[in-house]
């Protein structure tokens, strides 16, 4: 099994016995024949770490000696920075699980990319930061105070994203991607559906919790491609295995999706635009 651990410190540039448990336990599931790959922060290091075993590449903020910060503008660029690296860090190790141990000092914002990652998603706790934290984080509480829902519309404006209200609102659009709002999950899943009717279901395509649904793509092998889907073009980037959710929507789902890529695939968004039902869906790499 393939394990991805997600932590914020990891020896030997650790602080204490917390990080040498998260190591022992590292160590154990290798023993066991796991395969691991740990995500860790940059703690200790002058640059970041990147490949191998160890990648130490997250931003840690206001804990061990790292500055604490709270401007809008400098918190913005250590989550896009920590959101970047999680988005890369699944595509590349490929995980059949996530581990994770402590995000003491780290974007909280992470859970909920965590919450929409197809895979298992597994928490170790055995400090305090998910007690303490995660009320107290910097950028949490910036964008959960009442103050901010001003702030919050000015941002969607300047991003972009009421430029296409209009379009949305008529029901022309059913789905709108901007690059630039790809921030907090940018990475989109491309879903070829799977016919609920072979099991005996009458469940509906939303079943599938897919973010867009395409036919007459085989997405069989197509990592790297580039597919264009009406105004947006995307390059897949991995398979997408089916969650325990499909099994709880129809019995035998998830069985029926997990070979040949019916699970569907995920993509990053290389160039925004509008997605109307009935676009044309095309391979765009050739």
């Known amino acids: 099994m393939k394990i991805l651990v997600i932590t914020n410190l ?8 917390f990080d040498l448990r998260c190591e022992a336990v590292v160590n154990n599931l290798k023993l066991r024949g796991h395969q ?15 490949g191998g075993e160890v990648e130490r590449r997250l931003l840690l903020n206001g804990t061990f000696d790292h500055p604490l910060v709270t401007s809008y503008n400098e918190l913005k660029g250590i989550e896009v920075q920590n959101h970047q690296v999680l988005r890369e860090t699944l595509v590349s190790a490929e995980p059949d699980i996530v581990l994770v141990f402590s995000l003491y000092g780290l974007s909280k914002s992470l859970l909920f990319a965590l919450r929409h990652v197809c895979v298992p998603v ?3 706790v055995a400090d305090s930061w998910m007690t303490l934290e995660v009320a107290n984080d910097p950028w949490l509480r910036w964008w959960n105070h009442p103050a901010m829902n001003m702030a919050r519309k000015a941002g969607q404006f300047i991003s972009g994203a009421t430029k296409v209200d209009a379009a949305v609102r008529s ?14 999950d940018g990475v989109r899943k491309l879903d070829q559906a799977r016919k609920a009717w072979e099991l005996g279901s009458d469940a509906g395509p939303e079943t599938r919790r897919a973010n867009v649904l395409v036919s007459g793509i085989d997405l069989r092998a197509s990592r790297g491609r580039v597919l264009r889907i009406g105004g947006t073009r995307v390059r897949v980037a991995g398979e997408v295995k089916p969650c325990e959710r499909m099994e709880e929507a129809v019995p035998g789902l998830r069985a029926s999706m997990f070979p040949e ?26």
């Not at 890529?261 to 050739?286: K, S």
């Open 10 to 17: 990891y020896p030997p540039h650790h602080a204490g016995t």
């Open 36 to 50: 691991l790959h740990i995500l860790t922060s940059t703690h200790g290091m002058n640059q970041e770490q990147q």
């Open 122 to 124: 597994v928490f170790d």
């Open 171 to 184: 029901g022309n659009a059913i789905a709108v991607f901007h690059a630039t709002d790809a921030a907090a």
């Open 261 to 286: 890529w019916r699970g569907g695939a995920f993509a990053e968004i290389i160039e925004g635009g509008l997605v109307a039902v009935g676009d044309a869906v095309a391979w765009d790499d050739q």
